[in-house]
């Protein structure tokens, strides 16, 4: 059994804040990088929060990371833009492109910003949910390094891509789609590993793609695989899904793709024969008075909301959930009792402390 | 053992072509409609080819689709619309979504027209393609009768809506996704039926939401399952991906969502209590050079499709295949050798070509 001990967000804020500061971030973009980067943690996604923390502290010492990057929009039209993220943390190179997507489509009724040469930008469900305020659907995604194997490959060739979709509603709470296009998060094979268990069969293939039960496949040449598993459970469609990510995130924008998308990890060699600049993400705004009356559009969207919050159960559970319900709820809970912090990260934070003279409270 | 027959496509052609005159559709829309009917022949997509053309039939019949319908733009702006399809063919008002958000993407870089009051629009991949000779990328999706079980439900509450995308690449054919937001399409089940073989695990679930391998499982109250499958192999994501596409089709152009979305065969009863109007679609076109100059993306294109298609195979398999390129090689292969038509939709197709005075050849 892990043992997990609680941090107040307000504990885990202050520190990963200190952190970017002594990076040379500005106030602002510190303070936006911590509010990007805790949102996962608040919302049960704990591979992406303060557990990267010291990811991206090693890419800036590797000077992968430009801690005060100079971002510009390199190519536009009224209701699109490519922005060079100059190497700046994608946790604030992301939502200034949702800034400038959203102000499209004030203009023309949707804006839509592929971007290159950016950095790992945290969960994509926080930049799609920047676009609820002003009463737009929000979409955002990004490339990966690859981990994920095609339907029939051998070779991993895709990240795992994930693709936010944000939509807002009247009285009833919005609609949050944040998922990988895998079957698994990779976080989900390391949580096996360290408890020394087994994973499904789907989640991952062995180095000549065929299929395995070991958590630690991927460090053996094994690859994760698409939403769908197999053929014949539709793996080619997770497939498509993972490689229009790539596409729109990166060839759009003319940042690196497929098996050449920049490595999160600092010791990874970068690929050689990079075609394009850093990671790519793709943002999108949709206006929903650009379509119909606001009003109408939300009263629609509280109905489809409220039928399929309260549709019949299958035998055995006791709810149908809406993209979104579990995560609100998992973040109105670690607000209240703090946010659980695994043994392992809490000693990579201590270390990350005494490295730059800061301090951070190990539990036991 | 199920007997096909062959006829050539202009065979085919002809008759549909007929069938639609006959119903007083005008010459335009009728050659407009059969060649969207048929793409899905050629494409191998057999379920929604011409084996539908009798229900389309039906359902002009009872007055629910209307042979000459005013599409109309009834909300707008530079890079949006909402168009009123009249009751129409989805065959005809698919295409005419796609011209408008070209028109629109020639203007501001992008254009996205999301559609109520239509019907069944065939492949989605034909309305997406259309983009590709204007070097665009294209987008089409649509909601359809509810088929499908969200994860943990019991009920059916979205269909299968499905997603295109189409990139337009350089010297290498272009990248074409078309997919189902469900594991299984309902056209396998049908053939299972036929056949009267059993379903795998994953495919669909019995009246209370267990699993089944009974392919004739929808008439005893059962249901089709998401992408994915099962919770543990991620159907929460295709379960998301459906209701996107519900909610853009749908909620954002004020045609029926949900478990209201109106049913394809004539004798189904309409839902009640319907919360808008038909069946509705998404349609978004993106001008390539709205982001980088067309040749750039063009040379990065070739390069991510050629380095997907010539990566290592798994065992057990010959080669990695890029989304579409079964289908082109399909719709080659049918030009040549015809098109396999099953006894049972030859059956239907005699039949309503007596009921319509023209003349359908069966063959044995």
């Known amino acids: ?84 993220g100059d190497r700046g943390l994608g946790l604030i190179v992301a939502p200034r492109a949702m800034e400038i997507a959203m102000e499209k489509a004030k203009q023309v009724g949707t804006g ?17 949910m920047m676009a609820l305020e002003q009463e737009m659907i ?19 060739l895709l990240g795992t891509n994930p693709i936010a979709v944000a939509v807002p509603a009247g009285e009833e709470a919005p609609f949050v789609a944040d998922f990988a296009t895998t079957t698994a998060a990779n976080g989900k094979l390391e949580i096996a590993q360290r408890k020394n268990t087994s994973i499904p069969f ?7 793609g ?9 460090k053996n040449g094994g ?8 053929k014949e ?30 490595p999160f990890p600092a010791y990874v060699p970068m690929p050689e024969n990079m075609p394009g600049e850093g990671l790519g993400h793709f943002i999108g705004a949709m206006r929903i ?15 489809w909301l409220n039928r399929f919050r309260n549709a019949t159960a299958a035998s055995g559970h006791e709810k149908v959930y809406v993209a979104g319900d579990i995560e609100r709820a998992m973040e109105y809970e670690r607000l209240q009792n703090g946010i659980p912090i695994v043994q392992a990260v809490q000693h990579d934070l201590s270390v990350l402390a005494e490295k730059m003279n800061l301090s951070f409270e190990l539990k036991s």
Not at 140 to 153: E, F, G, K
Request: aromatic letters at 10%.
């Open 223 to 230: 690859a994760l695989l698409p939403l769908g598993s197999e």
């Open 1 to 84: 059994m892990e043992s997990n001990n609680h941090y107040t967000y307000q504990t885990l804020y202050a520190f990963s804040e200190s952190v970017f500061l002594k990076m040379g971030c500005s106030a602002l973009d510190a303070a936006l990088a911590t509010k990007v980067l805790l949102s996962a943690d608040l919302r049960g996604i704990d591979s992406h929060g303060i557990a990267r923390l010291v990811g991206y502290v090693r890419l800036w010492e590797v000077g992968r990371i430009n801690a005060t990057p100079d971002i510009k929009i390199v190519h536009e039209t009224p209701s699109t833009a490519v922005i060079d």
């Open 289 to 303: 008075d650009a379509f119909r009356p606001a009003a109408d559009f939300k009263y629609n969207m509280d109905l």
């Open 210 to 218: 065929n299929p395995t039960q070991d958590a630690s496949i991927l």
């Open 233 to 262: 459970q539709g793996s080619h469609k997770g497939y498509a899904l993972g490689s229009i990510v790539d596409i729109f995130s990166a060839v759009l924008s003319g940042a690196s793709f497929g098996p050449w998308a920049p």
């Open 138 to 156: 929000g979409i955002a995604m990004t490339n990966a390094s690859a981990l994920v194997a095609p339907t029939y490959a051998a070779e991993k």
């Open 202 to 208: 789907g989640w991952a293939q062995d180095a000549a």
């Open 112 to 128: 839509w910003v592929s971007v290159k040469n950016s950095n790992h930008f945290g969960i994509a469900g926080y930049h799609a």
